[in-house]
């Protein structure tokens, strides 16, 4: 018999289950679907964010960073650690851990939030939409026929593969597989210098590997303002990680206990690398491959994209899609932006995301952080700017931590002083960059920021002073 609810939504990751709560506190009778399992079998709710993306990958990063840091930054603290060894399986025990708790508290948050919970995969049944709503079956330990009035489609993404060269999660790793390495490999390969390349480098740097990133595109993070991307650069290479950048990817041979790759440089010159594992992180796709989009006509795009419009709905009356499944980044955060977004427009009200405002974070180290516009995306525009920078080497509680690398770097309108962009490099941006989105969120100056007292000593006082550069008076360089 099937279970009738006001929204049902399809997937469990920070869009469907942040949707789903949203919902259910507007006083709608929510279901939510989520195939994700754990290694017992059971529900595991949270999607790629919480299972092999963004949790598990700074669970590493942490760990990663303490390792590195005991093995080459105590010293100078006064902390001396002799036979210092690396326990991976206690490692990774801990990642999954980390994972565990998250999932369990999504699943708190369904029984506390009174949402009804599927564990199973979810597509469309074929049997046209009737008063009540759309069908969708769930197929799971239990196979289930809901009907929804509104029904929104969260399903996520899914690792891009090489073409011809598909992922074994052995040898040639996604995200999934470059997080669960049971030993440090002597030698890894990485093609992909994006987000997820860059982390999953930098972790495996830490602990020990020879680390070679092929990045198809001439330049270095295009999407990251050129003067941050130059300092992240320089400071990765300094690290050890090999980076070559305009590489023309040629034969990928996996054997049995290695993987070869043919590549042309930047110069045309062929080159061969022999890896002991190689992560492939060159973007997603949407997944929607078993939702039976097509059985109720749902249109998606050529890319496999279910198409929205500005608000997330779809060519279907009352069907709705967020986060990595439609248009805009890929990111948890903006996903969950949009779930609260939609639930709220289901609601009759208007919910708002702004994706100017978004924030990206790359948690190397030093992270990069920044909101709004580019420097050269404001030249390529012709928008009159002002810019202003200031250095973590100039800062106080920088020089205390012992991690000065890196800057903070106002972008203003040059009539209004109107915040267009910052972009930050160094310790803990992707805490600090929070302050620039809520101020261009109002539409602030880059004197608001600068009239602003900031606690002393603090990473945030760069902010400030930053700010104040714009206007040629920063107060501590």
Request: a negative charge.
């Amino acid at each position: 018999m099937a279970k009738n609810f006001d929204v049902v939504v399809i997937g469990g990751g920070p869009g469907g289950y942040i949707a789903a709560i949203r919902a259910t506190q507007l006083g709608f009778s929510v279901a939510c679907v989520d195939e994700w399992s754990n290694d017992k079998g059971g529900p595991a709710p949270g999607g790629t964010c919480t299972n092999v993306g963004c949790i598990p990958s700074k669970a590493l990063l942490q760990s990663s960073e303490n390792f590195e840091h005991a093995g080459h930054g105590f010293a100078e603290h006064g902390i001396d650690i002799k036979g210092l060894t690396l326990n991976l399986p206690q490692m990774q025990k801990r990642k999954e851990t980390v994972v565990k708790q998250n999932n369990d508290g999504i699943l708190y948050l369904f029984k506390k939030n009174k949402i009804s919970f599927f564990h199973g995969r979810a597509a469309f049944m074929a049997v046209p939409a009737t008063d009540a709503g759309y069908q969708v079956s769930v197929t799971g330990t239990a196979n289930e026929t809901l009907i929804g009035k509104h029904v929104v489609v969260a399903t996520g993404s899914n690792p891009r593969a090489l073409p011809g060269t598909p992922f074994d999660e052995k040898m040639v790793l996604s995200n999934t597989g470059a997080l669960a390495i049971d030993a440090v490999p002597k030698r890894l390969g990485l093609i992909g210098a994006g987000v997820i390349g860059l982390e999953m480098g930098s972790i495996w740097r830490r602990l020990g590997s020879e680390v070679t990133v092929l990045e198809a595109l001439p330049t270095f993070l295009g999407a990251v303002d050129e003067q941050i991307a130059k300092e992240a650069h320089k400071q990765f290479l300094k690290q050890g990680l090999g980076i070559h950048l305009g590489v023309k990817i040629g034969a990928i041979t996996v054997g049995k206990n290695d993987v070869s790759v043919v590549y042309a440089d930047d110069k045309g010159a062929e080159q061969q690398a022999v890896f002991d594992k190689l992560i492939i992180s060159i973007g997603r796709v949407p997944n929607t491959i078993g939702l039976d989009a097509d059985k109720i006509g749902l249109k998606l795009d050529e890319r496999g994209f279910i198409i929205v419009d500005g608000d997330c709905k779809t060519n279907l009356k009352n069907v709705w899609a967020v986060g990595d499944v439609v248009r805009g980044p890929m990111l948890a955060h903006k996903a969950e932006e949009e779930g609260v977004a939609v639930a709220e427009r289901i609601a009759g009200q208007h919910g708002h995301v702004n994706f100017n405002t978004v924030p990206w974070v790359i948690y190397t180290s030093p992270e990069i952080a920044w909101v709004g516009k580019t420097e050269q995306q404001l030249k390529e525009e012709g928008v009159a700017y002002k810019a202003g920078t200031f250095p973590f080497m100039a800062n106080g509680r920088a020089r205390a931590l012992g991690d000065m690398t890196g800057m903070v770097k106002f972008l203003a309108d040059a009539k209004s002083d109107e915040i267009l962009g910052v972009h930050m490099v160094g310790p803990m941006v992707s805490e600090l960059i929070s302050e620039a989105v809520v101020a261009m969120e109002f539409r602030a100056s880059s004197e608001d920021i600068a009239r602003i007292c900031h606690a002393h000593p603090s990473l945030s006082e760069a902010t400030k002073e930053a700010a104040l550069a714009v206007d040629k008076r920063a107060l501590n360089f």
